[in-house]
């Protein structure tokens, strides 16, 4: 591929930056005060310096692959990197569960998915594809976060019926992120008023969590 260079600069161009936003969310909390147990600040920080050594790292052993193609050593390697710094990842956001009010965590992402929506509907409006694209995306990856924190809530709950709604609501808005997207993408391509309408019908269908058909998800 001609471009190869370019796309792998860009790429861990956006890794670097979703690392380092992961690493400074995390330090916030930390340091926020909200953590008031000495053990679990700790185990923050120490997360948050493995995924900061490990991102370089990562990459590095990545551009190694990419020049010296079929090496399995090298590919071997690359991949375990990879492995440990996606299970660090996931440790960090498991920690930052374990210290945010899911209650409040929804209420934010809920503003922030809306927010991504309406700044995707006003860039197709304007043409302005790539801004589109990009903020649906976004959104479509907060949905999945909020997900995320309703189903460590199900499965840390002893009552039935809560986790049966929680668990049917959560169904509901994760069958909204793939039909939302490809609307957008749709758009995208066609540009035409049916389809903008189509996305904007999509994108208005309100969080279930936050509108009244579900319980209130638990504070801990």
Partial sequence: ????????????????????????????????????DAAMEAEIMDTIKHIQSLAPQLISSSRIVLNNYGNETAVDFMQTLKDEYCERMDHLKELMDQTTDSMQFLKASEAQIQAGLKTAKAALAKGDTDTAMKASTTAAK???????????????????EYV?????????????????????????????????????????????????????????
């Fill in 142 to 160: 907060q949905v999945r976060r909020v997900l995320d924190v309703a189903k460590s809530e199900a499965e840390n709950s002893e009552d039935a």
């Fill in 1 to 36: 591929v001609a471009d190869r260079e370019a796309q792998f600069a860009a790429k861990a161009k956006a890794f670097t930056a979703h690392a380092e936003a992961a690493s400074r969310t995390a330090l916030e909390v930390a340091r926020s005060g909200g953590v008031h």
């Fill in 164 to 220: 049966a709604r929680l668990t049917g609501v959560s169904e509901q808005l994760a069958k909204s992120v793939k039909p939302m997207v490809a609307a957008c993408k749709k758009s995208c391509t066609e540009k035409s008023l049916a389809s903008r309408h189509e996305f904007g019908q999509a994108a208005d269908t309100p969080c279930p969590f936050t509108a009244g058909r579900c319980p209130r998800i638990r504070c801990p």
